[in-house]
């Protein structure tokens, strides 16, 4: 699997990079978390910091365009993530934060 970058747009009122990219694989569509892992490795950031949103892939196609936002933080990730997304990149949320707010 050989991720390439298309393009990356800094974001610091969210503390975030959008990146978009293109993977050309050899066998089926990668899983998210592989890919998670790979874009992760690429952009030198730990996999709890990117958030893997879309993957597409036309049919009978050997190449994938996905797009992930790069956060500075997983702190950052998982506050300003929506619940179901953290879940889809098996990254856990903050539970003592939420336990907090709850309680104010």
Not at 46 to 73: P, Q
């Amino acid at each position: 699997m050989e991720i390439d970058i298309i393009s990356e747009d800094g974001n610091p009122m969210l503390h975030r990079s959008d990146v978009r990219f293109e993977i050309v694989h050899d066998e089926a569509t990668p899983s998210r978390l592989s890919v998670r892992d790979s874009l992760a490795a690429k952009l030198n950031k730990d996999s709890d910091e990117v958030v893997v949103h879309k993957l597409d892939t036309k049919f009978g196609m050997r190449k994938t365009v996905g797009y992930a936002k790069v956060y500075d933080s997983p702190e950052l990730a998982s506050d300003i993530e929506q619940d179901y997304m953290l879940d889809r990149n098996k990254i856990e949320a903050d539970e003592a934060a939420e336990a907090e707010a709850e309680e104010a």
